[in-house]
């Protein structure tokens, strides 16, 4: 439940804050587990976090404003990838952190400000955007803003993601065919952040959480823990992306020292203590990862290679469709069927459909091809739907069986999942010394030979079902080359993508005990090649969103 006291319970002046965060700094920083608070880089990078952004807002506000602080992470998903929208589970860890620091207002305002001068201040009003009569589909909704947005050539604008959180919020409390409603008051903030921008961490989501946070506890809005997350994963539909809600569950409810097993419908979360002796090593590969342009309707191509499939899988087995909700649903234990069943089904589908082959062969489902299709371009290669879903549907098994490795303490187990899982993305390999493309297909021959060989539960462990990489093809060759370089290294457990992919980072999971060598190793190999400065970071499991306690 969110605390909707804590703007005012816990705002100061900003003189009190700077001072106590130099007398009194370890209360600030009880997100942190506390072994982490010994290393001083760590300790000096919080501190400095919150010391900029409380002068940039002593600049703007004066010294004896009253303000609240509000801390919201970043997330790195080690397994689980682009499945949490098909209600697959997910295995993060919260980490970094963006502050806000928050003055309400009486108004339905606005205003904020970022000490990355890359972002300009910005100011709207919330209901000048919506509507007078609530908005009951806000699906078809967000993507005519988009639209609208597009020609006025402000798709990308940072504000998209307060505005999200904003509108969806006062949309949400509008009472349908009621243009009087109670009337949102805004806020003024100040933005500062160690969440690397645009690489795969969700520093995006992590606007939409505490813009929600924000403005339920100005405006005394209380949702349970579950609707919370719901809400976010709703709201950021309005930028144009149609993800999932597993990053905005990984922000909010993540805890220090512990990776988050996070399953949906019905939500639920395990926490599982992170290995000891081991560390993420973040590699950025300085290739932009921005859901821009093409990367966006790659992202959405992505989720409609998944709906198109899944539409199929029901149209095609009606004897299972009662227990297939979702894509996550298509495995032995939901349809109580062999893993050779699982295969034939994914053999079902086919192997590659144009737009023209799905509305001339299922004209029955038209309507849902012509909604799946708006969300992006269409591509000249078609849709992949079986290589998709196999990866989905291994995807989601991969997940849950994360879960049993951990708590035996199988690190090397569980890195072996996240090797296969990066497989599932991955777009180039190494032959002979070169790197060339890669594809995986899914194409009859590899489907009969897993459904004669996969006879057994004890043999033939090669040829489960979560052994199968599947493609869902979202890295570059820039992050299979440091996953290669990493799995190289001795020490390293597992790598693979984080985010949405096409760019951003690589997470190591990587013994402690060999991270300086693993770091001169893929500087040597990586970072120096282009004459790039090195760009790793060490993370850490850090305490989901929150308001800072005076």
Partial sequence: MINTNNITKNATEIKRWLDLLENKPVSFFDYIEQDYLTDVNIFDSEKELFLKGLEYAKEIYGCDEKVALLRIPGRINLLGMHIDHRMGSVNPIATHS?????????????????????????????????????????????????????????????????QASALYLQNYIKREGDKHFPELSGFNAVIHSNIPYAVGLSSSSSLVVGTAMTLMAINDIRLSEQEFIDFCGTAEWYVGTRGGKGDHAAIYIGKKGNISHISFNPFSVRYVPFPRNYCIALCNSMVSASKIAGARSKFNTGVANYEIGFKLLRNFFPNYSHKMEYLRDVTPERLNVSEREIYSMIKSLPEKVTRDELNKQFPENREFWKKIFTTHEESEKGYWVRDACLFGIAECIRSEKAVEFLKNGNVLEFGRLMNISHNGDRVT????????????????????S???????????????????????????PELDELVDIALETEGAAGARLVGAGMGGCAAVLIDKNKLNNFINRVDKYYYKPRNIPLAVEICFPVNGAEFIKL
Avoid at 143 to 151: A, D, E, P, T, W
Wanted: glycine share 2%; net charge positive; aromatic share 14%.
């Fill in 429 to 448: 390999e190494i032959i002979q010394g070169k790197r060339v493309p890669f594809r995986f297909r899914a194409a009859d021959e590899l489907l009969d």
């Fill in 98 to 162: 963006l502050i806000m620091v928050i003055q309400p207002r009486t108004d339905d305002k606005i205003h904020i400000y970022n000490c990355n001068q890359t972002f300009k201040p910005r100011s709207f009003s919330i209901n000048e955007y919506l509507p007078d009569l609530k908005v009951t589909d806000w699906d078809g909704w967000s993507k005519h803003q988009l639209k609208l947005r597009i020609q006025q050539k402000k798709s990308t604008d940072w504000t998209n993601y307060f």
């Fill in 450 to 476: 897993l459904i004669e060989k996969a006879s057994s539960e004890k043999d033939n462990e090669a040829y489960r079902l979560y052994q199968q990489p599947g493609w869902y093809a979202m890295s570059c």
